[in-house]
């Protein structure tokens, strides 16, 4: 294994998160090192902080103190590598299942060919495939959290966050995803 193998893929070094000029803690003075391949579940109460620290290391909320870094670089805005699956799907409307799963690849400029070949694989994986031309209010939940788990893996990222995945899934296609 090499030296770089061994070192943090996220580090969070006394890192807080404060709302209203300070008045509501989403978390305070939280460090934390996730290493690769590491898989690491924060749980806790609603209203704790998950979401927000999700948000923070995906680089779509700022820390208002401490460090935290993704791949040894400060997070100052979406870090490369790393996508996140929403608890509340954050489905384009008016796009369909294939577009909405391929957004964040198109979003890079990656080939035709490569998103295609990603996202049918996937979809088929999530077992919506016959779904590809369905719009988001054509689809249950479940399936609509699958089109975001899809839109996530696609990208392929070193680093995946998922917030709640599973919550809108049955409990037969949360055992097998």
Same mark, same amino acid.
């Given at each position: 294994?090499?030296?770089?193998?061994?070192?943090? &893929?996220?580090?969070?070094?006394?890192?807080?998160? $404060?709302?209203?000029?300070? #008045? !509501?803690?989403?978390?305070?003075?939280?460090? %934390?090192?996730?290493?690769?391949?590491?898989?690491?579940?924060?749980?806790?109460?609603?209203?704790?902080?998950?979401?927000?620290?999700?948000?923070?290391?995906?680089?779509?909320?700022?820390?208002?103190?401490?460090?935290?870094?993704?791949?040894?670089?400060?997070?100052?805005?979406?870090?490369?590598? &790393?996508?996140?699956?929403?608890?509340?799907?954050? $489905?384009?409307?008016?796009? #369909? !299942?294939?577009?909405?799963?391929?957004?964040? %690849?198109?979003?890079?400029?990656?080939?035709?060919?490569?998103?295609?070949?990603?996202?049918?694989?996937?979809?088929?994986?999530?077992?919506?495939?016959?779904?590809?031309?369905?719009?988001?209010?054509?689809?249950?939940?479940?399936?609509?959290?699958?089109?975001?788990?899809?839109?996530?893996?696609?990208?392929?990222?070193?680093?995946?966050?998922?917030?709640?995945?599973?919550?809108?899934?049955?409990?037969?296609?949360?055992?097998?995803?």
């Amino acid at each position: 294994m090499s030296v770089n193998e061994n070192k943090p &893929v996220i580090v969070a070094d006394n890192v807080s998160k $404060l709302f209203l000029d300070g #008045t !509501v803690v989403a978390f305070r003075q939280l460090s %934390l090192d996730v290493r690769r391949d590491e898989i690491l579940c924060i749980v806790g109460p609603s209203g704790c902080g998950k979401t927000t620290l999700l948000r923070c290391i995906a680089g779509l909320t700022e820390i208002n103190t401490g460090q935290l870094l993704v791949q040894g670089k400060p997070v100052a805005g979406p870090p490369d590598g &790393v996508a996140m699956v929403f608890q509340h799907f954050g $489905l384009l409307p008016w796009k #369909t !299942v294939t577009d909405n799963a391929a957004f964040g %690849l198109a979003m890079t400029g990656a080939p035709a060919a490569v998103i295609k070949e990603r996202v049918t694989h996937y979809l088929e994986v999530v077992g919506l495939t016959g779904f590809e031309n369905h719009y988001p209010y054509q689809l249950s939940g479940g399936m609509q959290q699958r089109v975001g788990l899809v839109r996530a893996l696609a990208m392929n990222p070193s680093v995946l966050l998922m917030d709640e995945p599973f919550a809108a899934l049955d409990a037969q296609t949360r055992e097998i995803l």
